[in-house]
């Protein structure tokens, strides 16, 4: 049976501990995400990864690694959790899953926010052939550092998809002034 866990971003310190802020798997178009594959009867989750701020890998994969993970699985993340998904199946050959939908993909090329979250591994050239489709978001007024992630992606990965959009910012809320996501939905539901 098909299934999905989407993957939230590492906000900054300040954001995390806010209390008039939602938690992370609560923000942007997440919960609407949930909710449309739901309906279309696939079981979906949306860890919440504790002290998302600090990047701190083995929290990350302990809470990931909670769920079952396999050739009908879909791998959705935003931002840092994009970049932990290129990372985790980069680090485990061995696991084939259904489509992978990387949003924002963030993997810190210029070495600023993440101790080693990013630091001690390569993207595994045969990753895309693992799974039934990498799809990469990127918005032309995303920051500089998305940019140089989906560059090194184009790179290392020329068989995934790219999609490109106009002033979707780094597709948060704010940004995009809705919490639905239909391209996404669409990628995801779609049977190609």
Avoid: C
Avoid at 70 to 86: D, N, Q, R, V
Avoid at 150 to 173: C, M, S, T, W
């Amino acid at each position: 049976m098909k299934n999905a866990i989407i993957l939230h971003g590492g906000p900054d310190k300040e954001e995390y501990y806010d209390p008039a802020m939602p938690s992370q798997s609560n923000q942007h178009w997440l919960p609407w995400l949930q909710q449309q594959l739901l309906i279309h009867d696939i079981p979906t989750v949306t860890p919440e990864v504790p002290w998302s701020f600090d990047r701190n890998w083995k929290v990350w994969n302990r809470e990931v690694e909670r769920f079952d993970m396999g050739t009908e699985t879909m791998l959705i993340g935003h931002s840092t959790g994009a970049g932990f998904w290129i990372k985790y199946l980069s680090i485990h050959p061995e696991l084939q899953v259904d489509k992978v939908v990387l949003v924002a993909p963030w993997l810190d090329p210029d070495h600023e926010y993440t101790k080693d979250f990013f630091d001690d591994f390569q993207i595994d050239p045969l990753l895309v052939s693992r799974t039934k489709g990498v799809t990469i978001f990127n918005s032309d007024n995303d920051q500089a550092s998305v940019h140089k992630t989906v560059e090194i992606l184009r790179e290392k990965l020329p068989d995934a998809q790219y999609k490109e959009f106009h002033n979707y910012g780094h597709f948060l809320f704010e940004d995009m002034h809705t919490h639905a996501f239909a391209e996404l939905k669409e990628v995801l539901v779609s049977n190609s």
